[in-house]
C-alpha cells in the first residue's frame, strides 16, 4: 500500500518537474534572446555609459532617475537642492539629499574626517574646481579651515544647519557614485538583471555581460598624463554584483614653480595630499560608499588606510602607490584575490 501511495505522488511531481525544466529553459532562451542596450550621455559635468539587457530601451526612464539626483546634489545647478543651502536660501532637503548626506557623515567619522564635504572651497582655492588659482598663502589657507570641516554643517529635519553661513557643501566626491546606485536600483525595479553602469568611472554592475560572461574592470595604470589620454591597464577585476569607484592623484594636478600640486586635499591640513597612494580603487556593495572611500584614502595615505580595512571588511581596496625606492607598487585586500583576472 505504501508503494502505491509513493507511486502515485511521482506519477503527480514528475509533469511539475517537466513543466518546471520546460519553464527555465524557456526563460534562458529568452534571455539570451534579449537584447543588450547601450545608452550614453552627460550628467553631473561628467559622461555616462549604461549597458543592460532588456526588450525595451529605457534611456528616457534613467535620465529622470539621474536628474533627480542632479536636482538635489549637483553644485552646477543653481536650482538644485545643494546650490541653494550654499547660497543660504531657505529650502527643504529631500530623501536623496538625505542619504548622501547621512553617508557622508558617517564615512567622515569612519576616516576620521579624511572625507569631507565641506572641502570645496580649499579645492578651490588651489586652482581645481569652479576656478583656477595660484599658489595660496597660509593666512589665506588658514582662514578657509575656518570654513571647513564636516562637524559644522547638521542635518535637521530636512534643513542643513550650518555653524556658518558662509560653509559651502560639496557632494562631488560621492554623487557619481551615487547616481551610478540610483540608476542600477531604477533598473532592477524594472526586473532588469544584467547590467552595468558607469558615470564618470564610478561603476555598478549586476549579473553578466552580453558575453555571457561575468563584468570585467580594468584599473588604469597610473601615469602623469595631464590630458587623460593615456588608458594603459594595470589590472582587471571581476566586479560582478558589486559596486567599483576610483581616485587618483596622477590625473588631476597641475605643476607651478616645478612644483606639482594633486587635486585631492587633505581636509585637517587644507594642502594638497603628500602621500604615496597614486591611485585607491574601492570594491563595495555599493557605489556611493566606494566612491568616497576611494577619496578618503587618497587622502589618508597607505597605512591608515590599511588600518580601516581592517576595521571594514565590507570593503575592498586596491593601491596603488610609490614605494621607498619611488617605484610604482600594489597593495589590495586579501579578499580581493580571487577577483584580480589578471
Sequence with gaps: MATKQIKKRLYWQIPLLLLLVIGTVYISKQQRNMPYIENQGTIFGTTYHITYQNDDDLHKEILAELNKVDTALSTFNPQSIISK????????????????????????NKTDGAFDITVAPLVNEWGFGFKKGVEPTKQVIDSLLHLTGYKKV??????????????????????KGFGSDVVASYLKRQGVKNFMIEIG???????????????????IKPTDDITQQSQEVQTIL???????????????????GGKKYAHTIDPATGYPVQHNILSSTVIANNCATADAYATAFMVMGLDKAKRVLEQHKEIMAYFIYTDKDGKNAVWYSPTLKDKIVK
Design 238 to 256: 571581476n566586479v560582478t554584483d558589486k559596486a567599483m569607484a576610483t581616485s587618483g592623484n596622477y590625473r588631476n594636478f597641475y605643476y607651478k
Design 201 to 219: 568611472g564610478e561603476i555598478v554592475t549586476s549579473g553578466i555581460s552580453s558575453k555571457r560572461l561575468p563584468w570585467k574592470i580594468g584599473v
Design 154 to 175: 547638521h542635518l535637521v529635519n530636512n534643513t542643513v544647519k550650518k555653524d556658518d553661513k558662509r560653509i559651502m557643501i560639496d557632494c562631488s566626491a560621492i554623487a
Design 85 to 108: 543651502i550654499n547660497n543660504n536660501q531657505p529650502t527643504r532637503t529631500n530623501e536623496l539629499f538625505d542619504k548622501v548626506f547621512l553617508l557622508a557623515e558617517d564615512i567622515s
